[in-house]
C-alpha cells in the first residue's frame, strides 16, 4: 500500500512555473535596462538582479507546501484532495511569482532611468511576495493535523 502520495508534486510544479515566468519576464527587462545604460555610457546598476531574483522564492514555497502535503500521510481515499489542493495552491503562488515578476520588470526599467525608488519597489514586490506566503499558510492549515 501507498502512503504519503501527497499531491502528486503539483504544488511545486506551478509554484516551479511561476517562478520561471517572473523571473524571465524581470530579467529581460534588466537586460534591456542594462543595454540602455551601456548605449549612453551610464553605469549599469547591477542591483536589478534583486528584481529578477525576486520570484525564486515562491519554488521553494511550493515545495514546502509539498512536503507538507506528503507529510500528513493523509490516506489513500483522500488522494484528489490533496492534488486538487496542491493544484490550486501551486497555481496561486505560481501566479504570485509571475505577477512579482512583471512588477520587478517595471522596478528595473524605473530604477534605471530615474536611479531613486528602490526601496520603494523592494516593498511592492514584498506585498506580492506575501500574497504566495498566505497561500502556503492558509493551505498547510486545511490540512489534518
Excluded: H
Excluded at 70 to 78: C, F, G, R, V, Y
Amino acid at each position: 500500500m501507498i502512503q504519503g502520495l501527497g499531491d502528486m508534486g503539483f504544488s511545486l510544479a506551478f509554484s516551479a512555473i511561476g517562478s520561471a515566468l517572473g523571473t524571465g519576464v524581470a530579467g529581460m527587462a534588466a537586460i534591456g535596462a542594462w543595454k540602455k545604460a551601456f548605449a549612453q555610457n551610464k553605469a549599469a546598476p547591477f542591483i536589478l538582479i534583486a528584481f529578477v531574483g525576486a520570484p525564486l522564492s515562491q519554488t521553494i514555497y511550493g515545495m514546502i507546501l509539498r512536503n507538507a502535503i506528503k507529510a500528513a500521510n493523509m490516506p489513500p481515499e483522500s488522494y484528489p484532495y490533496q492534488m486538487i489542493l496542491g493544484c490550486a495552491a501551486g497555481i496561486a503562488i505560481g501566479f504570485s511569482a509571475w505577477m512579482q515578476g512583471k512588477a520587478g520588470a517595471r522596478a528595473s526599467d524605473a530604477l534605471a532611468e530615474t536611479g531613486k525608488g528602490f526601496g520603494n519597489y523592494i516593498m511592492v514586490l514584498g506585498v506580492i511576495e506575501t500574497v504566495a506566503l498566505f497561500v502556503m499558510v492558509f493551505a498547510m492549515t486545511a490540512l489534518p493535523k
